[in-house]
């Protein structure tokens, strides 16, 4: 499994994490700022294998996970989460 996180401009401490699982989905977690009540919550979007129905969303998730790896090479924060699930 692959996983990028990276953390949101506007709290110390609200991420946006994209993980590709060994088979090809991709599922987006955002986790709150700390100081909000609502916990992380998740969407998957599936290969057409899997039985996917959104293979442009899927791709551009691809694409995301490579731009946020780049923002954390370019412009690192204090959390990158690369690998951590």
């Known amino acids: 499994m692959e996983c990028v996180t990276r ?3 506007m ?3 609200g991420r946006l994490r994209i993980l590709m699982e060994d088979d090809g989905d991709m599922i987006v977690v955002v986790v709150p ?3 909000e009540q609502s916990p992380s919550q998740s969407v998957q ?3 057409l ?3 996917g129905n959104s293979l442009h969303t899927r791709k ?3 694409a995301l996970m490579a731009a946020m790896r780049l923002d954390n ?3 690192p924060n204090d959390y990158s989460g690369e690998g951590i699930v």
């Open 7 to 9: 953390k949101e401009d």
């Open 11 to 13: 709290s110390p401490d």
């Open 33 to 35: 700022a700390s100081d």
């Open 45 to 47: 979007f599936c290969t």
């Open 49 to 51: 294998q899997g039985g």
């Open 60 to 62: 551009a998730l691809v």
């Open 73 to 75: 090479a370019e412009r």
